[in-house]
């Protein structure tokens, strides 16, 4: 469950960002782009948490530990490209 999971998050991510990666021959601005989807994705899955933090939302142990695991995977991934010197 854990693998396919991880699956379906790396493709999720890839659907995501390939077309930002084709519509732009400048690297910066793809990696810009890039960089707000993930930040995107970030927020949606810490939004949740931060609410039931606040008391906006009723605590959930599983989604606060589903959302806590999503955030894991993002913090494994590899995102130095999006981040060109210069």
Not at 33 to 57: C, E, F, S, T, Y
Not at 80 to 86: L, V
């Amino acid at each position: 469950m854990k693998n396919t999971f991880r699956v379906v998050l790396a493709s999720l991510g890839f659907a995501l960002i390939t077309p930002t990666f084709a519509a732009s021959k400048d690297p910066n601005i793809s990696a810009i782009k890039a960089r707000q989807g993930d930040m995107a994705i970030r927020a949606h899955n810490l939004g949740p948490l931060v609410a039931m933090a606040k008391g906006k939302m009723p605590y959930d142990s599983a989604l606060a530990a589903q959302l806590a695991g999503n955030l894991k995977l993002l913090l494994d991934l590899d995102t130095s490209r999006d981040w060109p010197a210069g």
